[in-house]
């Protein structure tokens, strides 16, 4: 090859830029921090800070470190960028590659022949096992010239997948780049059909918000909310591949782990509790300690008696409960104000005391005994306890709230004896949740994104809504996956539970994940479960590889089993989809038939490649070949139709490259048939 061979020269180029890493990361570890931590808490966290970076500094074999590159017209003289996911330089620190979350970066993903954004030329990489082995160019100077599609980019799409989720920096689309580079300010709520990279963009939308905001989202921090632990570990390492290693992972009862969940509550019931008019009960509850005084404080300092009337003391409460503060800060607040009229009549008697003497007043005993009388301390975890156990104490803050019937629903059939006996629902840990941040401020984040939104009941959302309530959120879902009885029928309402009622909504429409006769076949549900939703489009050009067979009763294990050999005969995952309780019956099938399988969220990997999923953690998860055992039974698992309908919906929408449905029983009319 010659020294003016482009591929050439672009090697040369990725060989030094890997050098002048292991150079910067060299640097880092030979820094001694004894001369400048000044103490021993100082220099752990700068030792951690130190380990941070030199993990972000390491050079992953299988992660290119460029991706692609631009050509400026005019900037700087027509300077050249490397686009990666880390910043990279030389010694005397020119870049070599610059971070794809840099302005410069931008154009690569947004830049278009209409509009060029000054640059003459992108140009995308290609790689094979880190071996940089091909380029493609677009020439954006010519306006009139077709937008082409690139090789590069279907490839990178049509990838098979092999184990956890990957970043998407070499190939996000415009539209999804404008909702990863929006402003912090703002909270963007986008509604997508499944695949179309609404998970990628919340994770890839955290990483850009750290890198125009490190030291801001450092103080504050970050989290991303995902469905359960099973989806969590399928993401978890997007964003540490993209540099970021603080963001903290969760799912909504994680956040509000105040009680061990050991209950579960009728669809009805859990309605209710997850209804916003609860947290209005609640409010009412906990303000229902607080009484009128109707006795004078009196106190005592050395010869002298002062005394503040009744009267005076109402005034204080009023006041306080008039403003809005929570409940236990306004406790908080009470014996000094108390203090605060004992120090006016010393005053008025002429004497002359200072805030040390406020300070001794508010902690006499009479104060204190005043205050519990008046003010008394709230344990939210008791309160919930009593409103869903005494029926009397409910009726008093429900009233003209709840129905007498919905009262009814949500009392505990057996009022439970104590907190660590009663046995607390997802529900009701939401509720003392609720009840906690009426006493206390929840320290809010700077930024959280919401992953499957769709399945939060407004009570859920209110508890994430208090954890950005000073930040700004990122709120995915799609409300045809909504499979909760409490699924948000739209996203101004969640908007508006969550706090962030004025958010912009987007959607998402270009499937990245599902074939498109998958989709179609799925989409036959829409008119049914979302109806007034598009259908998404899917922009891989691989033909998908897609079957519904039936199968004669007491064959249907069988032939499942056999349907997983033959799709494990190729290459990528293969996730075997069943209702959870067709689950047991099948990992014996399996077993049988000596096919090894993992539970949904395990790593696969070349060796390991089938993981049996029970259709209640679909959600979110994505495999090669998707075999699907028996739609009716899935949709039965549900408590009614619709919701059993959505569950399918969940399940056909897995597949990145082939389906194969299996069914013994008739498959529901809904699916059977093309909708007109
Ligand atoms: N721009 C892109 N380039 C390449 N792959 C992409 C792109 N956007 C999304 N993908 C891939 O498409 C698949 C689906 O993405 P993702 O899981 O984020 O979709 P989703 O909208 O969250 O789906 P669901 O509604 O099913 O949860 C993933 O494998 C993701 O990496």
Redesign the pocket.
């Given at each position: 090859m010659s020294a003016h061979d482009p591929l050439a020269l672009e090697r040369s180029h990725l060989a030094a830029s890997r050098a002048a890493l292991r150079a910067m990361r060299a640097d880092v570890e030979a820094l001694d921090i004894k001369d400048v931590a000044a103490n021993w808490v100082n220099a752990r966290v700068l030792e951690r800070q130190m380990e941070e970076r030199i993990t972000a500094l390491a050079d992953l074999a299988d992660t290119p470190l460029f991706f692609g590159r631009l050509d400026y017209e005019t900037h700087a003289a027509g300077t050249t960028f490397h686009i990666g996911r880390r910043h990279v330089h030389d010694a005397d620190g020119d870049p070599m590659v610059v971070d794809w979350r840099a302005p410069v970066s931008q154009p690569f993903y947004r830049a278009s022949a209409k509009e060029p954004m000054d640059v003459r030329r992108r140009r995308r990489f290609g790689y094979t096992g880190g071996e940089l082995t091909a380029y493609e160019d677009e020439d954006l100077t010519d306006a009139s010239a077709g937008a082409r599609s690139s090789r590069l980019?279907q490839a990178?799409?049509e990838r098979p997948?092999v184990g956890p989720?990957?970043?998407?920096v070499?190939?996000?689309?415009p539209e999804?780049d404008e909702i990863v580079r929006a402003g912090i300010g703002g909270t963007v709520c986008v509604q997508?059909?499944?695949?179309?990279?609404?998970?990628?963009?919340?994770?890839h939308r955290v990483a850009y918000l750290l890198y125009a905001h490190r030291e801001r989202l450092a103080r504050t921090g970050t989290l991303v909310i995902g469905p359960n632990a099973s989806f969590l570990r399928y993401i978890e390492q997007v964003l540490p591949a993209l540099g970021e290693l603080n963001v903290a992972q969760a799912t909504v009862d994680d956040l509000v782990a105040h009680v061990e969940v050991r209950g579960t509550d009728s669809p009805d019931a859990a309605r209710i509790k997850g209804d916003a008019r609860m947290a209005e009960v609640l409010r009412r509850a906990v303000r229902s300690g607080v009484t009128m005084p109707v006795e004078p404080v009196v106190v005592v300092r050395g010869s002298r008696r002062w005394r503040v009337p009744a009267y005076e003391l109402e005034e204080i409460v009023r006041e306080l409960l008039a403003r809005d503060i929570r409940y236990g800060a306004a406790r908080e607040a009470l014996p000094q104000r108390i203090a605060h009229a004992v120090l006016v009549r010393m005053e008025e008697a002429g004497e002359a005391p200072d805030d040390r003497v406020q300070d001794a007043v508010a902690r006499t005993p009479a104060v204190k005994a005043a205050v519990r009388a008046v003010w008394p301390a709230v344990d939210p975890v008791k309160l919930v306890l009593r409103l869903l156990s005494d029926a009397a104490f409910l009726a008093e803050h429900a009233e003209g709230v709840l129905s007498a019937e919905e009262q009814r629903t949500i009392l505990w059939a057996k009022p439970a004896r104590g907190p660590k006996s009663a046995k607390w629902s997802a529900a009701d840990a939401v509720l003392i949740d609720e009840a906690k941040d009426l006493v206390t401020r929840t320290p809010s984040l700077g930024h959280v994104v919401l992953?499957?939104a769709q399945d939060l009941s407004p009570m859920q959302y209110r508890a994430v809504g208090r954890r950005c309530a000073t930040g700004s959120a990122t709120v995915?879902?799609?409300i045809a996956?909504g499979t909760t009885p409490w699924a948000t029928p739209g996203w101004r309402e969640a908007l508006a539970h969550l706090g962030k009622p004025d958010a912009a909504v987007e959607e998402?429409t270009?499937?990245?994940?599902v074939p498109r006769e998958v989709i179609a076949y799925a989409s036959r549900l829409l008119p049914a479960i979302a109806p007034g939703l598009a259908e998404a489009t899917s922009v891989r050009e691989a033909a998908g590889d897609f079957a519904v067979r039936p199968v004669g009763l007491g064959e249907l294990d069988a032939a499942v089993v056999a349907a997983c050999r033959a799709v494990l005969a190729r290459e990528g995952s293969v996730g075997l989809i069943a209702a959870d309780a067709r689950i047991p019956a099948l990992a014996e099938a399996l077993a049988e038939a000596g096919l090894a399988h993992l539970a949904p969220g395990e790593e696969t990997s070349a060796a390991a490649r089938l993981t049996l999923v029970p259709a209640s953690l679909a959600?979110?998860?994505?495999y090669d070949h998707v075999v699907l055992d028996e739609p009716a039974a899935i949709v039965a698992g549900e408590p009614d139709g619709r919701t059993g309908l959505r569950r399918l919906y969940?399940a056909l929408?897995?597949a990145?490259s082939g389906l194969t449905v299996l069914h013994a029983e008739p498959l529901p009319r809904e699916l059977a048939q093309a909708s007109a």
């Amino acid at each position: 090859m010659s020294a003016h061979d482009p591929l050439a020269l672009e090697r040369s180029h990725l060989a030094a830029s890997r050098a002048a890493l292991r150079a910067m990361r060299a640097d880092v570890e030979a820094l001694d921090i004894k001369d400048v931590a000044a103490n021993w808490v100082n220099a752990r966290v700068l030792e951690r800070q130190m380990e941070e970076r030199i993990t972000a500094l390491a050079d992953l074999a299988d992660t290119p470190l460029f991706f692609g590159r631009l050509d400026y017209e005019t900037h700087a003289a027509g300077t050249t960028f490397h686009i990666g996911r880390r910043h990279v330089h030389d010694a005397d620190g020119d870049p070599m590659v610059v971070d794809w979350r840099a302005p410069v970066s931008q154009p690569f993903y947004r830049a278009s022949a209409k509009e060029p954004m000054d640059v003459r030329r992108r140009r995308r990489f290609g790689y094979t096992g880190g071996e940089l082995t091909a380029y493609e160019d677009e020439d954006l100077t010519d306006a009139s010239a077709g937008a082409r599609s690139s090789r590069l980019l279907q490839a990178e799409i049509e990838r098979p997948r092999v184990g956890p989720m990957r970043d998407i920096v070499a190939t996000i689309q415009p539209e999804q780049d404008e909702i990863v580079r929006a402003g912090i300010g703002g909270t963007v709520c986008v509604q997508g059909a499944p695949g179309t990279g609404k998970t990628a963009v919340g994770l890839h939308r955290v990483a850009y918000l750290l890198y125009a905001h490190r030291e801001r989202l450092a103080r504050t921090g970050t989290l991303v909310i995902g469905p359960n632990a099973s989806f969590l570990r399928y993401i978890e390492q997007v964003l540490p591949a993209l540099g970021e290693l603080n963001v903290a992972q969760a799912t909504v009862d994680d956040l509000v782990a105040h009680v061990e969940v050991r209950g579960t509550d009728s669809p009805d019931a859990a309605r209710i509790k997850g209804d916003a008019r609860m947290a209005e009960v609640l409010r009412r509850a906990v303000r229902s300690g607080v009484t009128m005084p109707v006795e004078p404080v009196v106190v005592v300092r050395g010869s002298r008696r002062w005394r503040v009337p009744a009267y005076e003391l109402e005034e204080i409460v009023r006041e306080l409960l008039a403003r809005d503060i929570r409940y236990g800060a306004a406790r908080e607040a009470l014996p000094q104000r108390i203090a605060h009229a004992v120090l006016v009549r010393m005053e008025e008697a002429g004497e002359a005391p200072d805030d040390r003497v406020q300070d001794a007043v508010a902690r006499t005993p009479a104060v204190k005994a005043a205050v519990r009388a008046v003010w008394p301390a709230v344990d939210p975890v008791k309160l919930v306890l009593r409103l869903l156990s005494d029926a009397a104490f409910l009726a008093e803050h429900a009233e003209g709230v709840l129905s007498a019937e919905e009262q009814r629903t949500i009392l505990w059939a057996k009022p439970a004896r104590g907190p660590k006996s009663a046995k607390w629902s997802a529900a009701d840990a939401v509720l003392i949740d609720e009840a906690k941040d009426l006493v206390t401020r929840t320290p809010s984040l700077g930024h959280v994104v919401l992953d499957e939104a769709q399945d939060l009941s407004p009570m859920q959302y209110r508890a994430v809504g208090r954890r950005c309530a000073t930040g700004s959120a990122t709120v995915l879902g799609d409300i045809a996956q909504g499979t909760t009885p409490w699924a948000t029928p739209g996203w101004r309402e969640a908007l508006a539970h969550l706090g962030k009622p004025d958010a912009a909504v987007e959607e998402l429409t270009q499937g990245f994940r599902v074939p498109r006769e998958v989709i179609a076949y799925a989409s036959r549900l829409l008119p049914a479960i979302a109806p007034g939703l598009a259908e998404a489009t899917s922009v891989r050009e691989a033909a998908g590889d897609f079957a519904v067979r039936p199968v004669g009763l007491g064959e249907l294990d069988a032939a499942v089993v056999a349907a997983c050999r033959a799709v494990l005969a190729r290459e990528g995952s293969v996730g075997l989809i069943a209702a959870d309780a067709r689950i047991p019956a099948l990992a014996e099938a399996l077993a049988e038939a000596g096919l090894a399988h993992l539970a949904p969220g395990e790593e696969t990997s070349a060796a390991a490649r089938l993981t049996l999923v029970p259709a209640s953690l679909a959600k979110g998860l994505e495999y090669d070949h998707v075999v699907l055992d028996e739609p009716a039974a899935i949709v039965a698992g549900e408590p009614d139709g619709r919701t059993g309908l959505r569950r399918l919906y969940v399940a056909l929408t897995r597949a990145v490259s082939g389906l194969t449905v299996l069914h013994a029983e008739p498959l529901p009319r809904e699916l059977a048939q093309a909708s007109a």
